[in-house]
């Protein structure tokens, strides 16, 4: 049975009216927006193939003009398939594949999932109706299968170069009012002319709608390369898992789950838990010493977080914060110091203290400024120490030397809010979250992006767009060889 035949008997009576024969699966066609040209649509029964032709200017900007294939369907949705274009002839950017619309307007909100004829593909969407339209581009090109999943108002693209083994390229909240219309659209790009694109394995699944009460959260653990931006996925659960570390001969990473600390193979496997002694009520700020000897962890053994040392192996922790809350974010390069978050007096500051230190109020401030200080992190030769602040206004990250002196802003964006600055073992990048400026604090479940620059300056580039915040990267998260990055994502799912 071929896959859209068989995610039809998931459609309930919801969906509408009976699919047409001529349109396989789909319900009606027609132009969206301002199309000179027909567009048509072919459906081979046999192959599964369908053969679109569509004109239009563009998709993008405030208005969109293409010839869409289509089916009225509510809540959650997978949906891919193969793409590719016959004709050598045409705009470099003409585009197919799947479309998800809040309506059939011109400048209705959506989510797709294209290929360009150059090779082009990326998630695009619009927020709201007439919005601007945005992209997240991905790494890998095509010929690959794309997949676009609706899992409640947040939209994934993933590709795939063998069609079975899907990485992910972005996550984005676009809320749009059930029903949708989900289908196959094709844009020429060009207002003179047609495009033909001809799309194969196609497969609509529709899970129907969720409500948000119902929905149980899925942890993604995953890779990404600096270089390229790909994105491995190396762990799924639906646990809540936070916060990874590499450990430092790059074999496995640690995250935190449930107050408990565990170890993951970097290529994926079953976790390990760590013992931590009676540290059981450990929250996501932890790391690895320098010469991978020892581990930082922040327990809460009554109703204040605080910092602890044992042996990377595992082991009966050390208590070397007497005062609390006080919560673990950096070693220096020679492992003597640690560099944390504390709250002291009612204002949160970034404090060092010495690693061998034993329950000791012999900490030093390093920031006074009011307002939060937080997320504290050695640059690799020990010269400075990098942090976020929302003394100005809005969370930046900024610098300053080990001893507190030379505090200078890092990042000045004026649309975000800047978080956990890491610096690479390499000294060339620093990474960091950003949330939208209208979110306060780090909280979970929000539209982020990882941000790496060069640590020597210039301008910073996203690196992942994503679901998460809080428990995505919280704590040095870098490989040892500076290549890549862990982190986690999140997703609201069906149980």
């Known amino acids: 049975m071929r896959p859209l035949a068989l995610a039809a008997a998931l459609w309930s009576a919801a969906a509408g009216p009976a699919a047409l024969p001529e349109l396989g699966e789909f319900q009606s066609h027609g132009n969206v927006g301002e199309v000179r040209q027909a567009g048509s649509v072919r459906f081979d029964p046999q192959s599964g193939e369908y053969r679109i032709t569509g004109g239009g200017e563009n998709m993008w900007g405030g208005r969109d003009a293409f010839h869409f294939v289509w089916r009225r369907l509510p809540g ?96 984005v909240t676009v809320a749009l009012a059930d029903p949708v219309y989900a289908g196959l659209g094709v844009c020429a790009h060009d207002a003179a002319s047609t495009a033909t694109a001809v799309l194969s394995r196609v497969s609509l699944e529709s899970r129907g709608t969720v409500a948000a009460a119902e929905r149980v959260l899925e942890s993604r653990l995953e890779v990404v390369s600096i270089e390229s931006g790909e994105r491995t996925v190396v762990h799924t659960t639906r646990d809540h898992i936070e916060a990874p570390n590499w450990s430092r001969d790059g074999r496995e990473l640690l995250f935190n789950s449930h107050g408990r600390l565990y170890s993951l193979p970097r290529d994926g496997g079953e976790p390990r838990r760590i013992d931590t002694g009676g540290a059981d009520h450990l929250n996501n700020d932890h790391g690895l010493s320098p010469d991978g000897r020892w581990l930082a962890i922040s327990h809460s053994p009554q109703s204040d977080s605080l910092v602890y040392v044992l042996p990377a192996t595992g082991g009966p922790p050390r208590q070397v914060t007497a005062l609390g809350p006080s919560y673990w974010h950096g070693w220096s390069p020679d492992g003597k110091t640690l560099a944390y978050c504390a709250r002291r007096n009612g204002e949160f500051d970034v404090y060092t203290i010495a690693a061998d230190a034993e329950r000791s109020t012999a900490e030093k401030r390093l920031t006074t400024a009011p307002g939060l200080d937080d997320g504290p992190d050695y640059s690799p030769d020990g010269q400075a120490i990098f942090f976020n602040s929302e003394r100005t206004g809005l969370m930046r990250v900024w610098r300053m030397r080990p001893d507190g002196s030379e505090q200078q802003p890092v990042t000045s964006g ?22 939208d400026k209208s979110v306060s604090g780090h909280p979970a479940n929000k539209d982020v992006a990882l941000n790496v620059m060069p640590l020597s300056g210039g301008a910073p580039r996203i690196l992942a767009r994503l679901f998460g915040g809080q428990g995505t990267i919280n704590v040095p998260s870098w490989s040892p060889d500076s290549r890549s990055l862990a982190f986690v994502s999140y997703r609201l799912v069906k149980p």
Request: aromatic fraction near 10%.
């Open 414 to 435: 004026e649309d975000s809010a800047d978080w956990f600055p890491h610096p690479s073992p390499d000294g060339k990048w620093l990474v960091f979250l950003s949330y």
């Open 76 to 171: 959650d949705l997978t949906l891919t398939a193969d793409v590719s274009f016959p004709e050598r002839e045409g705009v470099a950017h003409r585009k197919a594949g799947w479309i998800v619309r809040e309506g059939l307007e011109a400048d209705s909100p959506y989510a797709d999932a294209v290929v360009h004829a150059d090779g082009l593909i990326s998630l695009q969407y619009r927020l709201v109706k007439g919005g601007p339209t945005l992209e997240v581009q991905s790494p890998v090109k095509a010929p690959a299968t794309i997949r676009l999943e609706r899992t409640g108002d947040l939209f994934t693209l993933s590709v795939s170069r063998d069609g079975r083994r899907f990485q992910p390229v972005g996550s």
